[in-house]
């Protein structure tokens, strides 16, 4: 009876240190990521993750940068976004560990810089443009005002760089006090 018992332990031991052996080889392989056993004791799995995702518009003709924090979402979610945001060709994506971010360049300018106005020599007459005062603002139209009929300081702030206003209202509101000089 006695001989029976040992080899029982021994048989037992030998099970022991090889379900041990193969318990190490898959974890630190990588191939047992699935094995219920190795996330009952804390392993995660790859898709239960949490990224934290920030999605980023760059405006290039204002040089404006806006970011939002979308939080942190799983790894899952975040799959399922950049499928998404692929699909537009402005969208670019960047990723790691930690961190992804959905990068979108705009041509044009912010929504801020999109509401100004400014005012700019075009030949002999007034030229208005969209945006700030910028070499990327856009002729929106040529008035039918003639700068050599302005008031001095005018003339020489349109000839220079320029002058900006914050909308199109006040911009008009400012054209429409120089009717005497048409």
Known sequence: MGGFNKRVYVYLIVLVVLLGGFVYYQASSGAGRNLFFLRAFGEKKA????????????????????????????????????????????WQ?????????????????CPDDLEKRHLKAVGDYVGIFIGPVSKEAELERIAQINIHKLPPEWK???????????????????????DEFH
Do not use: W
Request: glycine share 4%; proline share 1%.
């Open 47 to 90: 898709a239960d993750e949490l990224v934290n995702v920030e999605i980023t518009t760059i405006y290039e003709a204002c040089g404006h940068e806006f970011s939002e924090n979308m939080g942190h979402v799983s790894r899952k979610y975040l799959e399922e976004m950049q499928r998404l945001y692929q699909k537009d060709l402005d």
């Open 156 to 178: 020489e702030k349109l000839l220079a760089e320029g002058m900006e206003f914050p909308n199109e209202l006040e911009m008009l509101e400012a054209l429409d006090s120089l």
């Open 93 to 109: 994506y960047f990723q790691n560990d930690l961190r992804a971010v959905l990068l979108k360049q705009v041509k044009g300018f």
